[in-house]
Nanobody, 124 residues
Framework: QVQLVESGGGSVQPGDSLILACVAS????????MGWFRQAPGKEREIVAA????????YYSRSEEGRMTASRDNSKNIVYLKMDSLRATDTAVYYC?????????????????WGQGTQVTVSS
C-alpha cells in the first residue's frame, strides 16, 4: 500500500514561489497516476495538476496553467509541484494522491491514496 507524505508548504507573499514535494514512504508509484489537489476553507477539493505514469503526460487546471509545474522522479518515489506567481486565492491545503491506474482523472474520488496535506498560505 502506498503511503504519501507531503512537504514544502508555508506562508509566503503574493508573487512568491514554492515547491511542494510528495514522497512515497512505502510502496512505489512508478506505474500509478499522480494528482495534486487543494482544498480551501469552505470549498470542495479541486484538482491542480495530474500526471499519468507516462513521461510528459500532464494535466493542469485551466486557472493554474502556466503557474504550476508538476514533475515526478520515479527513481526516488517523489513528485513535485512547483508553484510560481502565487496569489492569495492559492491559499489552501495541498494534497498529493495516487490512482491505481496509469491514467489520471480530475476527480478526487478516482484517487485511492492520499497524503496528509501541507498548508500553503499566501498573504501580504
Amino acid at each position: 500500500q502506498v503511503q504519501l507524505v507531503e512537504s514544502g508548504g508555508g506562508s509566503v507573499q503574493p508573487g512568491d514561489s514554492l515547491i511542494l514535494a510528495c514522497v512515497a514512504s512505502e510502496g512505489t508509484f512508478r506505474d500509478l497516476a499522480m494528482g495534486w489537489f487543494r482544498q480551501a476553507p469552505g470549498k470542495e477539493r479541486e484538482i491542480v495538476a495530474a500526471m499519468s505514469c507516462i513521461d510528459d503526460d500532464e494535466y493542469y487546471s485551466r486557472s493554474e496553467e502556466g503557474r504550476m509545474t508538476a514533475s515526478r522522479d520515479n527513481s526516488k518515489n517523489i513528485v513535485y509541484l512547483k508553484m510560481d506567481s502565487l496569489r492569495a486565492t492559492d491559499t489552501a491545503v495541498y494534497y498529493c494522491a495516487t490512482r491505481s491506474w496509469c491514467t489520471y482523472t480530475g476527480f478526487a474520488e478516482d484517487y485511492d491514496h492520499w497524503g496528509q496535506g501541507t498548508q500553503v498560505t499566501v498573504s501580504s
